[in-house]
Structures are given as C-alpha cells and as structure tokens.
C-alpha cells in the first residue's frame, strides 16, 4: 500500500493524485504529486523492503516505515523532518487512512 503510488491519495490527506510513474516505486523513481492542486515533482530517493525516503520538489520529506510486528501485523511510522514538524498532523490524519484501509481489505 504504500509503494503503490495508485494507493496514496486513498491514505495521503495531501496527495490528491500521482502521475509519471504506475504500479510501485523504487529507488530513482520519479514523477509528480498533486499537492493543493498544484503538480509538484518528486523523487524517491531510498527504498528497501521496509522504508522509503523521498524529496518533493527538491526538498527531503517524509520517510515511511513499516516494521513487521508478528505473523500477520505490522507497525507503520512516517519519519518527519524537524523543520517539517507542523506535517505531523497531517501523517498523523495518514496513519488512521492506512489502519482503515488495511482492516477493511483483511474483511474482504
């Protein structure tokens, strides 16, 4: 869900849409974002099978974490820079986008 571009406006309260780039992402992968209307490019900088780090519009941003936590659970943590820290609400809006999604695909 959260290397698949097509998910993020579904769990991302800033991203209304991703274009340049489908399916999922890898280190090097770039495109655009959609960000209060206006096309913004990014960068996925770092991504390995737990984490990704990326720069939008030439800036560092959120880093996403995913750590397994047992058999079938998973905790999931966005890495805010200091000078981003007011962005933690809107991860924190994110957070609960994610834990719903995720609980309504195990139901089906």
């Not at 913004?40 to 984490?51: A, G, L, N, Q």
């Not at 995913?66 to 079938?72: L, N």
Request: proline letters at 6%; aromatic letters at 8%.
């Amino acid at each position: 869900m959260l290397v698949s571009v097509d998910d993020w406006p579904e769990w991302g309260p800033s991203v209304s849409a991703v274009r340049g780039v489908e399916g999922r992402i890898e280190a090097g992968t770039q495109g655009e974002v959609r960000v209060a209307g206006v096309w913004v490019p990014f960068t996925i900088e770092t991504c390995d099978e737990h984490r990704w780090t990326w720069r939008v519009a030439g800036v560092p941003a959120t880093g996403h974490r995913v750590t397994p936590v047992g058999v079938d659970r998973c905790e999931v943590a966005f890495e805010v820079p200091v000078v981003a820290s007011p962005y933690a609400a809107v991860c924190a809006v994110a957070l609960r986008r994610i834990e719903r999604l995720a609980t309504s695909s195990e139901k089906n």
